[in-house]
């Protein structure tokens, strides 16, 4: 349009706040989805805004309840008339204030953005100084919106904290994982622990294409090393089900008492089950955690809830034994 910056693609209108705006865009510069976008708040700073949502429609042809011969007659209108009465609206969800110093800086914005501001394109310089990398830095990828814009991430910041890789299926969760990796041994010299229970990296190769700084190592379950109420929720027994909770448990300190570990501690678990339901109406003999021995009656109500561990843990042995191991994982993997 005639008077306007190319870099303006809209004025800011109808109800505004710190969080997100509305603009009427300028027809001949419509910014697509994900595209970033500045705008001024009440105070005169420069508010940095990302394009969420885009609505065309027609004045002539916007009600609802017209028929479609109402409509069908408008389209036969002059092409110059529908022009006219075309409206795009955009609306931007607020990222922060643009703050300029040595290096941008993004701050919270705590005032609404001023009705009839004019919206205009973030420009590259300002993108590229908040998406920069640097020393330290790694590239996963570009902006969507900004193909020239590239991403980094500070590779400081990412293990020092927890973070996630969050989006929908399809989204490229297991892409950008793979590029993390990538980066994070070939750029930085890095170790990387990767845990895959669906096998969605066994054909894993470094963007080199070689596999020699690939350890596969096989999965594994040392039951040894966890609690006994642990071991009780791996194998399904609900937190709810207190008595067979208890038996198993009872069992399970009394295998690592008997020094049982990977596959021979769960087979001696099934024995002591068996054990225990043929002494119903007597005592048997247990361990407890604290690795002392005490004794306990079994009585013939406690049958049921014996046979339902026995039933539980069978399960697991039958669909997991071939994991249950003695080796130590943690051992086998070394830096670099």
Same mark, same amino acid.
């Given at each position: 349009?005639?008077?306007?910056?190319?870099?303006?693609?809209?004025?800011?209108?109808?109800?505004?706040?710190?969080?997100?705006?509305?603009?009427?865009?300028?027809?001949?510069?419509?910014?697509?989805?994900?595209?970033?976008?500045?705008?001024?708040?009440?105070?005169?700073?420069?508010?940095?805004?990302?394009?969420?949502?885009?609505?065309?429609?027609?004045?002539?042809?916007? %009600?609802?309840?017209?028929?479609?011969?109402?409509?069908?007659?408008?389209?036969?209108?002059?092409?110059?008339?529908?022009?006219?009465?075309?409206?795009?609206?955009?609306?931007?969800?607020?990222?922060?204030?643009?703050?300029?110093?040595?290096?941008? %800086?993004?701050?919270?914005?705590?005032?609404?953005?001023?009705?009839?501001?004019?919206?205009?394109?973030?420009?590259?310089?300002?993108?590229?100084?908040?998406?920069?990398?640097?020393?330290?830095?790694?590239?996963?990828?570009?902006?969507?919106?900004?193909?020239?814009?590239?991403?980094?991430?500070?590779?400081?910041?990412?293990?020092?904290?927890?973070?996630?890789?969050?989006?929908?299926?399809?989204?490229?969760?297991?892409?950008?994982?793979?590029?993390?990796?990538?980066?994070?041994?070939?750029?930085?010299?890095?170790?990387?622990?990767?845990?895959?229970?669906?096998?969605?990296?066994?054909?894993?190769?470094?963007?080199?294409?070689?596999?020699?700084?690939?350890?596969?190592?096989?999965?594994?379950?040392?039951?040894?090393?966890?609690?006994?109420?642990?071991?009780?929720?791996?194998?399904?027994?609900?937190?709810?089900?207190?008595?067979?909770?208890?038996?198993?448990?009872?069992?399970?300190?009394?295998?690592?008492?008997?020094?049982?570990?990977?596959?021979?501690?769960?087979?001696?678990?099934?024995?002591?089950?068996?054990?225990?339901?043929?002494?119903?109406?007597?005592?048997?003999?247990?361990?407890?955690?604290?690795?002392?021995?005490?004794?306990?009656?079994?009585?013939?109500?406690?049958?049921?809830?014996?046979?339902?561990?026995?039933?539980?843990?069978?399960?697991?042995?039958?669909?997991?034994?071939?994991?249950?191991?003695?080796?130590?994982?943690?051992?086998?993997?070394?830096?670099?």
């Amino acid at each position: 349009m005639e008077g306007l910056p190319e870099d303006v693609v809209g004025l800011v209108f109808g109800p505004s706040s710190n969080t997100e705006f509305s603009f009427t865009v300028n027809p001949d510069n419509i910014p697509k989805f994900g595209e970033y976008v500045m705008a001024e708040n009440r105070d005169g700073e420069d508010v940095l805004g990302i394009v969420k949502e885009t609505v065309n429609f027609n004045k002539l042809i916007m %009600d609802e309840s017209h028929s479609f011969s109402y409509v069908l007659k408008n389209l036969g209108a002059s092409e110059k008339l529908l022009q006219m009465n075309d409206v795009v609206v955009a609306t931007a969800k607020v990222l922060g204030v643009v703050k300029s110093g040595a290096e941008i %800086d993004i701050q919270p914005n705590r005032v609404p953005v001023k009705p009839s501001s004019p919206v205009r394109l973030a420009n590259d310089k300002i993108l590229k100084e908040i998406f920069k990398g640097g020393h330290g830095y790694i590239e996963i990828g570009c902006l969507l919106a900004r193909s020239s814009i590239p991403v980094g991430l500070d590779v400081k910041e990412l293990v020092l904290r927890h973070f996630a890789i969050l989006a929908v299926t399809g989204g490229g969760k297991s892409n950008t994982a793979a590029v993390l990796i990538n980066e994070l041994v070939k750029k930085m010299g890095g170790t990387v622990i990767l845990i895959d229970p669906h096998g969605e990296y066994a054909t894993y190769r470094f963007e080199d294409g070689k596999e020699r700084d690939k350890v596969v190592l096989p999965a594994g379950i040392r039951p040894e090393t966890l609690e006994p109420w642990e071991f009780a929720s791996l194998v399904g027994i609900s937190r709810d089900a207190s008595v067979q909770r208890l038996h198993l448990e009872r069992m399970f300190t009394t295998a690592l008492h008997e020094n049982k570990s990977g596959k021979e501690l769960v087979e001696r678990i099934l024995e002591l089950t068996d054990e225990w339901i043929n002494s119903a109406g007597g005592e048997v003999e247990y361990f407890d955690i604290r690795n002392s021995q005490n004794r306990a009656r079994i009585d013939r109500q406690d049958i049921n809830s014996l046979s339902r561990v026995r039933e539980y843990v069978t399960a697991f042995y039958r669909t997991y034994g071939d994991l249950l191991t003695q080796n130590d994982l943690l051992a086998n993997i070394k830096p670099g």
